[in-house]
């Protein structure tokens, strides 16, 4: 078993940041990602896409391309970068090191840590329309992962469908690179934009973010795109693969043919490994997730577990990047690291440009609210894919009495599938809330256990110091 300072799982801005700042307070790094390399999901494949296709990085936008200076910087900081390692296993006594324990080229490694900073982002919202496991049907962010990693989009006319940043941000991706687009379904309710305005002069702290969203919002409005407005009731439709898709709009009923339909509902955090560690979580309203408990230096309720970016909370890339800084130079300060002349002036800096990225927040998740029609499914949308249980399903459990989702677990087995609940998680508990008239934060989640990420008898077997 290896050892060091600083443990990050995750090389996404927020990890990259982090080993930075620590590495150049003398602090030994380990970062460990199961990309095979850094960039996190907004610069995924940055360095390997700028190397052999140049060319795409014209319709990948410049907020992209801005990724690979961090990135070089990363490289060069001397943190140990472990691409390919998948953590399935984070532990923390309460008086020792943590250990973070990862599969890796068919074997299983170990490391401790004196600090762990959890810097593993988001994930999108899972959006359980009938007919989402229908090949054909997957989501924004999906498709935007093929693109980055392959250069490849899903066979067009795209239907996209859903509300939110990202999903403006594709649309105007693929009108850079002339891929066709049936149509947008926006899912946006009525008077959400209305209900923007009052966090407007806030958010004008954050004016770059703001022009960048008003320049996709007119890219898309002026491509000649069909946009239906207030879209609800979307069922992807077909035997064995994606053909049509229904949906209702303030113009009425509606179906399209197409060839792909891609969904999205915004991202929220991803809570797997957080609430392994049973850090405390809270409901957050406006984003309609559970987020760790964090102090306003990143640390969560068990000492010396820290979580940087949007794993915290959804906040974006350079918001990511800034936490990362103040957990890195947190730990540095406890763990009495050799290079620190100006740490509180420097977290003090950082903690400025974080409120300043943040700004915008509120006025976001007022344009572009969290569906609340998740949690009145009652039909046969499938909600757990691994088990294919239904929301019919969660409803008969809640209905013989399972008060939360771990009692529906062991009448569903929603949850114990390869994902351990990641994709079920956050529908479950809106929907057990729903039939039980309970808040979100009453009903809970998954008691998450290991391990987290499917793991092989073979690479168990080769735990490195194993008989
Ligand atoms: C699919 C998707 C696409 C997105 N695309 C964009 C975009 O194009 N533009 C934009 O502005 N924002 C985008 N976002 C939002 C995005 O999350 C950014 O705000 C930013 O990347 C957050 O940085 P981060 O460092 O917090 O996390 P991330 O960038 O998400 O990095 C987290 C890293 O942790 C790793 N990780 C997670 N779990 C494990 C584990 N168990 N073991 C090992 N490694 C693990 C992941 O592989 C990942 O590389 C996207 C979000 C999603 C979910």
Redesign the pocket.
């Known amino acids: 078993m290896i050892r060091t300072d600083l443990a990050i ?7 990259m940041s982090a080993a930075v700042a620590a590495r150049e307070a003398g602090l030994d790094v380990i970062v ?4 095979p390399a850094a ?4 610069w995924r494949a940055i360095e390997r896409n700028a190397r052999l296709r140049p060319g795409n990085l014209a319709f990948l936008g410049e ?2 391309v801005k990724g690979a200076e961090l990135a070089a910087r990363f490289a060069a900081s001397g943190a140990q970068h472990w691409p390919g ?4 296993h984070v532990e923390s006594p309460e008086d020792g090191d943590k250990t973070v324990t ?1 599969a890796w080229d068919g074997a299983t490694r170990q490391v401790r840590c004196g600090a762990l900073l959890i ?6 919202r899972p959006v359980p329309v009938p007919g989402w496991t229908l090949p054909g049907v997957m989501t924004v ?2 498709a ?2 093929v693109l980055k990693s392959s250069g490849l989009f899903p066979e067009a006319p795209l239907l996209l469908a859903g509300s939110g940043p ?1 999903l403006l ?1 594709f649309a105007a991706q693929c009108l850079a690179a002339g891929i066709e687009i049936a149509a947008v379904l926006d899912t946006t309710p009525a008077g959400a934009r209305l209900r923007g305005l009052p966090h407007l002069p806030k958010a004008l702290l954050g004016w770059r973010t703001l022009l960048k969203g008003r320049r996709l919002m007119r890219t898309l409005s002026r491509s000649g795109v069909r946009i239906y407005r207030e879209v609800t009731k979307i069922e992807a439709l077909g035997a064995e693969h994606l053909e049509r898709v229904r949906f209702q709009s303030v113009g009425g009923p509606a179906e399209l043919e197409t060839a792909s339909l891609l969904l999205h509902e915004g ?1 929220v955090p ?1 809570p ?2 957080t609430r392994l560690l049973r850090c405390e979580h809270r409901w957050d309203r406006a984003q309609r997730c559970f987020r760790p408990e964090l102090s306003d230096r990143g640390e969560t309720s068990v000492e010396n577990v820290f979580v ?4 915290g909370g959804i906040g ?2 350079m918001a ?1 990047v800034h936490a ?1 800084r103040i957990a890195a130079l947190e730990v540095a300060e406890r763990f009495g690291a050799v290079n620190r002349p100006n740490g509180d002036v420097e977290i003090v800096k950082a903690r400025d440009a974080l409120r300043a990225e943040l700004a915008v927040r509120p006025l976001l998740d007022a344009m572009f609210p969290p569906p609340r029609w998740i949690g009145e499914l009652d039909g046969g949308e499938v909600i757990c894919r691994c088990e294919e249980v239904t929301a019919a399903d969660v409803r008969k459990a809640a209905a013989l009495g399972a008060p939360g989702p771990n009692q529906a677990k062991a009448f569903l087995r929603a949850g114990m599938g390869p994902c351990q609940g990641r994709m079920c998680g956050l529908t479950v508990t809106e929907i057990l809330a729903d039939a039980h008239g309970k808040h979100p934060e009453e009903i809970g989640y998954y008691r998450i256990r290991p391990p ?2 499917p793991v092989t008898l073979g690479e168990l077997a080769a735990l490195d110091g194993a008989d």
């Open positions: 799982i995750g090389a996404g801005p927020a990890g460990v990602d199961e990309q960039g996190g999901q907004i907020d992209y390692s998948t953590v399935w990862l810097a593993s982002g988001a994930m999108e962010g999906a935007q992962t990202l941000l991202v991803n797997q490994l940087a970016g949007d794993g974006g890339a990511a990362g987290i990420k």
